[in-house]
């Protein structure tokens, strides 16, 4: 039988053993668990993430809940950000079956999530996966006066626009103004995101 896993170079950090198998499912990649907030302690897990990072990448899946995002910001301040790309599944509401009650925020985790939304959310975070090739853009990445500009940031109603955007894009309605940059740059080109901004319908 053929392997239709996606193979990715970068090692990838989950939460838990659950979210590890299913992720598993759906790459063949290093996929290493923080095992929930243990990460704050564990000092010898954060050297091998470093380590890892220094020489393969690192790409962070969390919950897209707040216990998620927490743990996102701590291993951001602990890796270099040229090392550590960041994946983002979408906030959906619902319970894993293995769970008699949902998580307490009501959202699905990394295991609750579709196989090929995890593969997308893994490309769209730039991920470096095998036998694909991207072309690179000689654009100019996208800078915080283009969210500015686009009315994503420092105007009246950004907020509820970037709520919109986010929406659109599948992402977390949590994600800060400097995350969206990033996952914006990771996923399109200056001409893709003015092409957005321009037919979309606020």
């Not at 743990?71 to 319970?95: F, N």
């Not at 009315?151 to 955007?165: D, H, T, Y």
Request: with cysteine.
């Amino acid at each position: 039988m053929t392997d239709k896993r996606v193979r990715i170079r970068e090692a990838i950090v989950v939460e838990g053993k659950y979210d590890k198998i299913k992720l598993s499912s759906v790459v063949d990649a290093l996929i290493l668990e923080t095992h929930g907030f243990r990460i704050f302690k564990d000092k010898e897990l954060l050297n091998l993430l470093r380590r890892l990072a220094d020489q393969r990448g690192l790409l962070v899946l969390t919950d897209s809940d707040s216990a998620g995002f927490v743990i996102r910001d701590y291993l951001s301040g602990a890796i270099p950000p040229s090392q550590i790309k960041h994946a983002y599944i979408p906030q959906l509401v619902g319970r894993e079956r293995r769970k008699r009650v949902p998580s307490k925020e009501m959202l699905l985790g990394v295991e609750g999530i579709d196989g090929k939304v995890l593969a997308d959310a893994l490309r769209r975070a730039g991920a470096t996966i095998e036998c694909e090739t991207t072309g690179q853009s000689n654009e100019a990445p996208l800078t915080k006066l283009d969210m500015y500009e686009a009315g994503l940031a420092g105007k009246p109603g950004s907020s509820e626009r970037r709520r919109i955007l986010l929406s659109l894009l599948s992402l977390p309605k949590m994600l800060s103004c400097n995350r969206l940059l990033e996952v914006l740059n990771a996923t399109m080109t200056r001409s893709d995101f003015i092409k957005l901004i321009d037919e979309f319908q606020w």
